[in-house]
């Protein structure tokens, strides 16, 4: 059993979201109680073919428990790249993606792609498991493929079977995207039928959620993505409110500019130190994720647009929190 489940614990996971979980969002996220944490989707051959793919995975050790997610279609290739993952890295675990819906993912009969062929899903996870002895391996699926092909249930007895030692479903179909409502339904049946943890994921967007699916759903932890990338507060709300049943109050703006200009020096001093502060529009989506459901986020996303250089940002910062200030008045 992996040490995050044990006791009745009930772990929430930080989605792993591919130009938007880097180590520098991890860290706003941990500090504020992620439990559990992925990195972003790295493929197989990259991390065989060169340095580049292996940037992404830096993590620190306050970061653990955490794992790597990697994605491809080749069973020996991904024994392969699993096998290095743990050498050079060490991870608490290794996850395998079968849930990206995106094309470029799906042509090369990776991610989503196999729902379609749980057997080849079935010998990757197993040959996996069997390159990385001492790394447990998980897996993340979607649903099925589409309305007429929900598998989910299959495909988890099938990894369960080879050895995966917890499941993440997301539950949507690779053709719905992000449309519609995830299934929980199908969630809950898989986790019912399951021996290892499911983990369940798909539209968990604050505390009502969370209490009402620990009541109701036999999963063993919940797995946060979309909701927080705005606001990684969300772990500290959940978390507060399940130990008082209060919801502590909401960070001020000066918390969330002061935590925007955090976010881009860690950026700028980790993964991304190879880039310049005279230069930063490359993080401008990043920044602008952490200012949803902002007063008047509309205007600020518009602003952030804007920005060239930290200097911009800075003076951006003062601006709004001013801003705020007069409007209280
Ligand atoms: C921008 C973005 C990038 C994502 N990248 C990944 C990824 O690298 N690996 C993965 O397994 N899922 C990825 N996902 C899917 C999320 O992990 C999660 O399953 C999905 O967003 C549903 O959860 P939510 O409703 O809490 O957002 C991504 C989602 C988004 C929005």
Redesign the pocket.
Same mark, same amino acid.
């Given at each position: 059993m992996l040490p995050w489940f044990q006791n009745g614990a009930y772990p929430l996971y930080l989605?792993? $979201?591919? @130009? %938007?979980?880097d180590r520098a969002f991890r860290q706003l996220c941990k500090e504020q109680g992620a439990d559990v944490m992925?990195t972003? %989707?790295v493929m197989a051959d990259g991390l065989l073919s060169g340095e580049h793919a292996w940037r992404t995975l830096d993590f620190t050790e306050e970061q653990r428990p955490m794992g790597v997610?990697i994605f491809g279609s080749n069973r020996e290739k991904m024994a392969e790249a699993a096998r290095r993952v743990e050498q050079r890295l060490r991870p608490d675990f290794i996850?395998i993606?079968c849930?990206?819906p995106a094309d470029k993912v799906t042509d090369q009969l990776a991610g989503s792609s196999l729902l379609r062929d749980p057997q080849r899903l079935a010998d990757i996870t197993g040959a996996v498991v069997r390159a990385v002895p001492e790394t447990p391996v998980t897996v993340?699926i979607r649903i099925g493929w589409d309305a007429d092909s929900i598998v989910a249930t299959d495909v988890g007895q099938a990894v369960q079977a080879a050895g995966a030692q917890a499941l993440?479903i997301?539950g @949507?179909t690779k053709e719905q995207g992000?449309s519609g409502q995830?299934d929980w339904a199908v969630i809950d049946s898989v986790a019912a039928q399951l021996d290892i943890p499911v983990i369940g994921?798909?539209?968990?967007?604050g505390v009502r959620d969370v209490v009402r699916l620990r009541r109701e759903s036999p999963v063993r932890g919940l $797995?946060?993505? @979309?909701?927080?990338?705005g606001y990684p507060w969300l772990f500290s709300e959940i978390k507060h409110y399940l130990a008082t049943g209060e919801i502590p109050t909401k960070p001020t703006p000066e918390v969330r500019w002061a935590t925007i200009l955090r976010f881009a020096e860690l950026l700028l001093t980790t993964q991304y130190a190879h880039k310049t502060p005279d230069d930063i529009r490359w993080m401008r989506a990043k920044l602008k994720a952490l200012t949803k459901d902002m007063t008047g986020s509309r205007k600020v996303r518009a602003a952030l647009d804007t920005i060239v250089s930290m200097d911009d940002l800075k003076a951006l910062a003062v601006a709004q929190i001013e801003n705020q200030k007069s409007a209280a008045f």
């Open positions: 989605a792993p $979201m591919a @130009r %938007f979980t992925v972003e %989707f997610q996850d993606n849930g990206c993340k993440a997301h @949507r992000y995830a994921n798909g539209d968990v967007s $797995m946060i993505g @979309r909701a927080a990338l």
